[in-house]
């Protein structure tokens, strides 16, 4: 999976989200976790 590197793609996982089964605390805690990886690989 390409790596989360804007806002916009942040957007439209958000998006996906939405439409689909995932929990709301869970993608809360995905998206927090892909952040932590971007900001660990600056």
Known sequence: ???V???QKIMEL???AM???VS???FEQY?????LVLLSKK
């Open 1 to 3: 999976m390409e790596l």
């Open 5 to 7: 590197n804007n806002e």
């Open 14 to 16: 958000v998006k996906m």
């Open 19 to 21: 439409n689909s089964s």
């Open 24 to 26: 709301k605390k869970d």
């Open 31 to 35: 998206i927090k976790y892909k952040r």
